[in-house]
Nanobody, 115 residues
């Protein structure tokens, strides 16, 4: 039932911008807190940003504060991650996630920041 489909990843140069999208279905999006995680090759998966069910509260990893913005579009049941000022260390597979009795994950979208 729960389905999370990420899109918007790609190759960008350092300092560039990218907007990731997560199309959500199979659950009540408006009642669900959502998160973005990322995992770089050989590293542990880390929490990047979270947003409350209402969209009124957000949290960010220190490494992305001031550069990334998480948001929810309730009309489209879509979660976004606007990424500005991208750095090579942002290179990773980015995953959309939600928690309801258990944690659900999307398939991920690759973001590569390189010159």
């Amino acid at each position: 039932q729960v389905q999370l489909v990420e899109s918007g990843g790609g190759l960008v140069q350092p300092g560039g911008s990218l907007r990731l999208s997560c199309a959500a279905s199979g659950f009540t999006f408006s009642n669900s807190a959502m998160s973005w995680y990322r995992q770089a090759p050989g590293k542990e998966r880390e929490l990047v940003a979270s947003i409350t069910s209402s969209g009124g509260g957000t949290n960010y990893a220190d490494s992305v504060k001031g550069r990334f913005t998480i948001s929810k579009d309730f009309a489209k049941n879509t979660l976004y991650l606007q990424m500005n000022g991208l750095k090579p260390e942002d290179t990773a597979v980015y995953y959309c996630s939600t928690f309801r009795l258990r944690r659900y994950w999307g398939q991920g979208t690759q973001v590569t920041v390189s010159s």
